[in-house]
């Protein structure tokens, strides 16, 4: 192809990928709302077969020049999009994750009942038979939990005495325990989802024959006010997490009018958001417990934080990203 029918051809997607360009790096330099254009990278990828096809066809070394030139421009704003992990995730959260949630709405209320519902049957009856408890848990694990939320302790919840270097340490150790509990909880979704509804049972059960018997032992004035505070992030994640798991099973039982392989596909990316959304509610679950459930705040105020907590998490997945639901 002579050079003025390339040119020709190329001239359009290359005024067109100048201009994205330019809007870039005025709004950067401006300091204001970056722009997102979605076909940005695709043009920036013919840009570069362009300047490659331009370099082996020998045309002149004015446009080879200028092709470089536009090349290293949109490779300077690609790195630079790529290079603001917070903006991305703060996107993700307002956007992405709270529309998807909304879309498997009813496999999301699945989960929940399959968690909450046995979470608070368990809880009553644990504190009507204080022998139930030991169904789930052993005697070793029961004096533990008694010993963490005795009244008597400074620092329920946690052994030794609270410093700023066991808020940390603690901080760690919730991140990995939550987040573990979050992706065993999706990751059995694999088994024909029957692994995710398992687990969501027996963590529910679990949870509320803790709740039942610690309350039955009038502990409730220390275990109460330490969970009221990171509770509504842990259990609605966990809850979230099961819900992707289930996503996978679904695929797999009931891939409907496409193959097992390609629903589990179009699902698997779907509870992969979800997750992912997830572990976010987790790591400012595990924030909360770490550096406030324990500290001294009166009773009152670690309530009233807590059903905030409830109420902000209901408007956050209800409200979030509301404008573009419709959008994947």
């Not at 065993?184 to 529910?204: D, E, K, P, Q, Y």
């Not at 109420?311 to 990203?321: E, F, K, P, Q, S």
Request: net charge positive; glycine share 10%; hydrophobic share 50%.
């Amino acid at each position: 192809m002579k050079q003025d029918a390339f040119e020709a051809a190329a001239s359009p997607i290359w005024t067109n990928y100048r201009a994205m360009l330019d809007a870039l790096e005025n709004s950067r330099q401006r300091r204001a709302h970056v722009p997102t254009f979605t076909t940005f990278p695709h043009l920036h990828r013919r840009l570069c077969s362009d300047y490659a096809l331009a370099r082996s066809r020998r045309y002149s070394p004015g446009l080879i020049a200028e092709l470089e030139v536009l090349v290293r421009r949109g490779h300077r704003q690609l790195y630079r999009r790529r290079s603001a992990p917070l903006r991305s995730v703060l996107d993700f959260m307002a956007r992405r994750f709270p529309r998807t949630l909304r879309r498997h709405s009813a496999v999301v209320w699945i989960a929940a009942a399959l968690f909450f519902l046995p979470m608070i049957g368990m809880g009553i009856a644990v504190h009507q038979d204080a022998d139930l408890v030991y169904s789930l848990l052993d005697a070793e694990q029961v004096a533990e939990l008694e010993s963490l939320y005795d009244p008597a302790r400074q620092t329920p919840g946690r052994a030794g005495e609270r410093q700023a270097d066991t808020d940390v340490a603690m901080f760690g150790f919730y991140v990995m325990n939550n987040v573990g509990i979050g992706f065993r909880t999706f990751a059995g979704g694999l088994i024909l989802g029957l692994g995710s509804l398992v687990i969501l049972l027996v963590n529910g059960l679990s949870i509320g024959a803790v709740a039942g018997h610690l309350t039955r032992l009038d502990y409730g004035a220390t275990f109460w006010p330490f969970v009221s505070g990171h509770g509504p992030y842990e259990l609605t994640a966990i809850a979230i997490c099961g819900a992707a798991g289930l996503l996978l099973g679904q695929a797999l039982l009931a891939p409907g009018q496409r193959s097992r392989l390609a629903a589990l596909r179009a699902n698997a990316r779907d509870a992969v958001i979800l997750v992912g959304g997830a572990a976010v509610l987790l790591v400012f679950a595990a924030v909360i417990e770490a550096f406030w459930s324990a500290g001294p705040a009166p009773s009152a105020l670690k309530y009233s934080v807590g059903v905030l907590g409830w109420v902000l998490v209901a408007i956050y997945l209800t409200l979030a990203g509301r404008a573009g639901d419709d959008a994947p």
